[in-house]
């Protein structure tokens, strides 16, 4: 497998690359609270030094072959805006999960149905896996689309831990197989 520090993914937008200590003061001043209340290991306030804690920890997951941790940055201004993540599960390593997320001005404009088939490609080849899930609780419509706009079919519903609010949440997970994607 390649290293997954040097992936890179081109859009017609957008660029993914590792995530980097230089992105830090973008993600601590995107990370409010309208986008960390969908995600589970995001606390707020969101600062400069746990972004750096988190690209330092995610870019050794990445170096150990357990992650691919992706910055979005718009092509046209080179701006951080938001984060794609694939991990393997370790506990069943043909399975991947995805978490993701935009800063608010940058929402509603398909970025992340841009780079669905891009990452979705990359992910199935550098892990060889046969199915990619993401989950999200069962009020965040918005994204449901992104996993829908990914080809991604509803699966099941269960309960998972948030760190970022100590408790368990019910989240409805969709799946693609390598199959349904290769179609």
Not at 41 to 58: F, G
Not at 73 to 89: A, M, P, Q
Not at 146 to 156: L, P
Request: some cysteine.
């Amino acid at each position: 497998m390649p290293s997954l520090i040097d992936v890179r993914i081109e859009t017609e937008r957008l660029i993914l690359r590792c995530v980097e200590e230089t992105d830090a003061d973008a993600i601590a001043a995107l990370m409010t609270s309208d986008i960390s209340r969908w995600l589970a290991s995001w606390k707020i306030p969101y600062t400069r030094e746990m972004a750096l804690k988190r690209i330092e920890d995610s870019r050794q997951k990445a170096l150990d072959g357990e992650a691919l941790p992706l910055a979005v940055v718009e092509k046209r201004t080179g701006d951080f805006i938001g984060w794609v993540s694939l991990y393997r599960y370790a506990a069943n390593p043909d399975r991947g999960v995805v978490g993701y997320w935009l800063g608010q001005p940058f929402q509603g404009k398909g970025y992340f149905r841009e780079i669905g088939a891009a990452f979705l490609q990359t992910g199935f080849r550098l892990f060889e896996l046969a199915v990619i899930e993401a989950g999200a609780q069962l009020e965040n419509e918005a994204s449901f689309g992104v996993m829908r706009s990914w080809g991604m079919r509803e699966g099941e519903t269960r309960t998972d831990y948030s760190s970022a609010r100590d408790r368990e949440e019910l989240c409805r997970y969709f799946e693609i197989t390598r199959e349904d994607f290769e179609i």
